[in-house]
């Protein structure tokens, strides 16, 4: 998501920072800061591009040979000047910067508040540099670790302190950490890509280190303050290739980031001894949600196909009837105070989106966003909102915002429910299912080869049909549109009951069939679809549910998922989809990150 860049060392540091920051550009971000450190902390900070923090530091006198930055993608915020990082206690002294998100901030913020604390940002952030104070007896690596013992949440993080010169210290927990040391002085980041024209070895940190990087020389502990050996990694990466995390396409990263990028979109937001879901983002609306009786999704592309299982969900679960349009469909003749209007956009940018939302904000309906890009148009001009936490997507093709998109959508289903006649054991139910997620994903992944194997396979056929039912019928059109979107072979979606009704004409031996065939209340009628796709000489690829020992001997080929999710489980039959066009891209010899005629954000109707 955002980026940490740190220098300690005989050079001067704001070059580096400065050379750091734009390498994980990339990245995306909304707003940067620095401290570099003498005699006197200098922080400078700017909303916007990187350029203007650029512009800035030409303006002033900064030398010093340590210092931390921060490229910021927005989470607890807007992106303004005064939310950028670095935050600093009251006192000048300390200056911190972080990725991930502070869950227990405000409990934190208003115990510092009232002992005198005074915040100068809407941010999570800046109760770690204030918690650090309060600690704070001269030494900043013992402040740091009584500091993180308090707080609950994900972080990376570097911070510096003008009272104890001469050192970095450096926390992770559940985001990614790296630091490095050699002749050149001592380096930190969360993206390798920063420092790799510096240094080929690298130590990755682990959840609860703690580093103290003085120059040349290190430690780590741990948050008992023991000392850990932790292990260099040597990396032959360049620059681009660590921006990919070593993947050869952003795509491939983004993918595997899965398990990751659904945990945050519902870290902090499930109350599991509850079974509800806390959205920070609707509080505002909370008591016209308990109100509506319709719910108008709204969406083009791969969003699109998160809001048709978000209307299975709201339906079957919250008891809310839902309809999904396409942005570029949506018509709006009157306006129905008991309908709420919920827009789904990973860039926040899509103009057939924004269109309608701007139609139904002339027409005085109350608009929702389901976004990931914090700030973006559809984020700043919708009502309220939910964040999908989900960080960057640089692949065209989407692939991690859509299964945020639809845990977001079981998180406000679980509200909504909840507000209404959904019980507690449903709902704890529920709660389970999106928490077991990010480990079930983290098993499919285990099989890329297995997928890769039958990508080869079948990467020669000119035309491909998806077929799903009910919850995973979105999911076989979705599958259809990566396979498209990045190999060009011809690929529909199609409902598995329609087969019949037109479909079956165009099979034969050079026309394969992937069957989500899981073993749910559809599975009966999915093997019908099947046998008669396989009457007719057709293949059949089944994606099925673990356990199924009757489909290997239906389907040409078969791959399993997990079986432990039911209402969830077009998050991980998305996945085998997703795995599968890849490989067919790349093995085809197409840039599956950039697809010939397609653009990440659409902003033209
Ligand atoms: C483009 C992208 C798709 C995306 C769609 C909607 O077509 O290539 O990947 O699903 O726009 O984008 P949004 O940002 O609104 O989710």
């Not at 972080?98 to 999570?124: A, P, V, W």
């Not at 500091?147 to 911070?159: D, I, S």
Request: charge should be positive; include cysteine.
């Amino acid at each position: 998501m955002c980026g940490i860049v740190g220098y300690i060392g005989k050079k001067e540091a704001l070059p580096f920072l400065l050379e750091g920051l734009k390498k994980v550009e990339y990245r995306g971000y909304d707003s940067s800061g620095l401290v570099v450190l003498k005699e006197k902390a200098k922080c400078v900070k700017a909303a916007g591009k990187l350029e203007k923090l650029e512009e800035k530091t030409k303006k002033e006198t900064i030398k010093g040979n340590f210092g931390i930055g921060h490229s910021r993608w927005s989470t607890h915020g807007p992106p303004t000047t005064k939310n950028a990082h670095p935050h600093s206690d009251c006192k000048n002294n300390i200056f911190v910067v972080h990725n991930g998100i502070i869950e227990n901030y405000k409990e934190i913020k208003e115990e510092l508040e009232k002992k005198g604390h005074n915040f100068l940002s809407q941010t999570d952030t800046e109760v770690l540099s204030h918690l650090m104070e309060d600690f704070f007896q001269g030494n900043l690596e013992e402040a740091v670790i009584k500091a993180l013992g308090k707080v609950r949440g994900t972080y990376a993080l570097a911070a510096v302190a003008l009272q104890d010169p001469g050192k970095i210290v450096a926390g992770r927990m559940f985001s990614p950490l790296a630091i490095s040391v050699n002749k050149e002085g001592g380096f930190v980041t969360s993206d390798p890509a920063a420092i790799v024209s510096y240094s080929k070895k690298m130590i990755f940190l682990e959840d609860g280190d703690v580093a103290v990087i003085k120059g040349e020389d290190f430690f780590i502990k741990n948050l008992k303050n023991k000392l850990k050996e932790r292990e260099e990694t040597k990396i032959d990466w360049d620059t681009e290739e660590a921006q990919k995390g070593g993947e050869p396409y952003f795509m491939l990263k983004e993918i595997k980031e899965q398990p990751e990028s659904v945990a945050n979109s519902f870290r902090g937001r499930l109350i599991e001894e509850e079974g509800t879901a806390k959205l920070g983002g609707i509080e505002s609306v909370e008591k016209k949600l308990r109100k509506i009786e319709k719910i108008r999704i709204i969406s083009c592309g791969t969003s699109y196909y998160a809001g048709l299982i978000g209307k299975y969900m709201l339906e079957d679960y919250a008891g809310i009837p839902t309809e999904v349009d396409l942005g570029s469909e949506f018509y709006l003749p009157k306006i129905d105070k008991k309908t709420a209007f919920l827009f789904i956009s990973q860039s926040g940018e899509t103009a057939d989106t924004l269109s309608a939302l701007k139609e139904v904000k002339n027409k005085g309906g109350l608009s929702l966003g389901i976004v990931n890009a914090v700030g973006s148009s559809i984020a700043r001009e919708t009502d309220a909102g939910i964040y999908n936490h989900a960080g960057p997507e640089i692949g065209v093709a989407s692939t991690k915002a859509f299964t945020s998109q639809v845990v977001v959508l079981s998180l406000l289903t679980l509200f909504l429910g909840r507000q209404r006649d959904m019980d507690i054991d449903t709902g704890k139910k529920f709660a389970k299912e999106i928490k077991s997620l990010p480990f079930l994903i983290g098993k499919i992944l285990e099989n890329m080869e297995g997928v890769s194997k039958l990508a080869k396979k079948y990467k020669s056929y000119p035309n491909f049909l998806y077929l799903g039912r009910r919850y995973n019928y979105p999911v076989a059109m979705e599958g259809a549109l990566k396979l498209k979107e990045i190999s060009y072979i011809h690929a529909e979606g199609n409902a598995g009951g329609e087969i019949k009704h037109g479909p079956l004409a165009l099979i034969d031996k050079d026309f394969p069939v992937f069957a989500i065939c899981l073993s749910d209340g559809v599975y009966g009628k999915m093997i019908s679809g099947i046998h008669e796709i396989k009457a007719r000489g057709g293949k059949v690829i089944a994606l099925a549910t673990q356990g199924n020992k009757e489909i290997e001997k239906i389907a040409s080929d078969t791959i399993f998922i997990p079986k432990e999710v039911k209402i969830l489980s077009p998050v991980l039959a998305v996945i085998p989809l997703q795995i599968f066009a890849y490989y067919v891209a790349v093995f085809l010899k197409k840039d599956p990150d950039k697809p010939r005629n397609l653009a990440k954000s659409v902003t033209v109707e």
